[in-house]
């Protein structure tokens, strides 16, 4: 599949428009990753496959992600962009696309990331939220990488008085990792505390004033 114009980056991932179907977008993991190693007070530039394989315990994040979604209950799912595929390249089956709708504002326009957009001050958005924090919470499927900087959700205006959140990165759920700086994570307690006040902090720096301004 062709692909476009590169419409957003993480640390692991490019994200890229469809070239002969803009409304879509395909996840293309990078070959090298550069992270930082906290207790070492360095950076490191690795293979992200290895890399992967320590963080994750698996070496391809669009295959962990579908997986993920796939089990996704209705109540998560619907904050999901509608269609999400996973191509395997016929001639490397190491080279995974994760292909995903872009999804679109009421006027049209392709909708913001959070960290793009800025504070959001939509009553609808913050209930829809709270209600996407209480399904991770019941289903035990908790991302602490979902409500964070705000890179990993879009604010899809539906309706002028309503706007959506649109999870676009759910790699990052659940405890498997035991973290090093933070051991006590892997007590499921400790573990919600820590998502709870996550999400304190998201509502914090995100709830307010809107600063970003539509013609
Ligand atoms: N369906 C989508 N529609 C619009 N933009 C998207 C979509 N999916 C991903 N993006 C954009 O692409 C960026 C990179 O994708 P993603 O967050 O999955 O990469 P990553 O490397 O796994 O991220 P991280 O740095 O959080 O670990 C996102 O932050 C978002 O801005
Ligand atoms: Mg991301």
């Not at 939509?122 to 991302?143: P, Q, T």
């Amino acid at each position: 599949m062709k692909l476009g114009d590169k419409i957003g980056e993480g640390a692991y991932r490019d994200c890229f428009a469809v070239a002969d179907n803009p409304d879509l977008c395909a996840k293309v993991q990078r070959e090298m990753v550069t992270r930082r190693i906290p207790i070492l007070e360095i950076s490191l530039t690795l293979k992200t496959r290895l890399f992967l394989l320590f963080r994750y315990g698996e070496t391809d994040l669009n295959r962990r992600e579908n997986r993920i979604i796939n089990k996704f209950p209705t109540v998560l799912r619907q904050y999901m962009p509608e269609v999400i595929d996973l191509r395997v390249d016929p001639s490397d089956p190491e080279k995974t696309q994760l292909v995903a709708t872009r999804p679109r504002d009421f006027d049209g326009q392709y909708s913001a990331s959070m960290l793009e957009y800025g504070p959001v001050d939509n009553e609808a958005f913050w209930e829809h939220v709270d209600k996407i924090a209480e399904a991770m919470v019941e289903y035990d499927l908790i991302s602490t990488d979902v409500f964070f900087r705000g890179q990993n959700l879009l604010v899809q205006r539906v309706a002028k008085d309503h706007y959506r959140p649109v999870l676009v990165d759910v790699k990052h759920i659940g405890r498997a990792v035991p973290h090093v700086r933070k051991p006590q994570l892997i007590f499921k307690n400790e573990f919600l505390k820590a998502f709870y006040s996550k999400l304190e902090d998201f509502k914090a720096k995100f709830k307010g004033p809107e600063t970003r301004k539509f013609q």
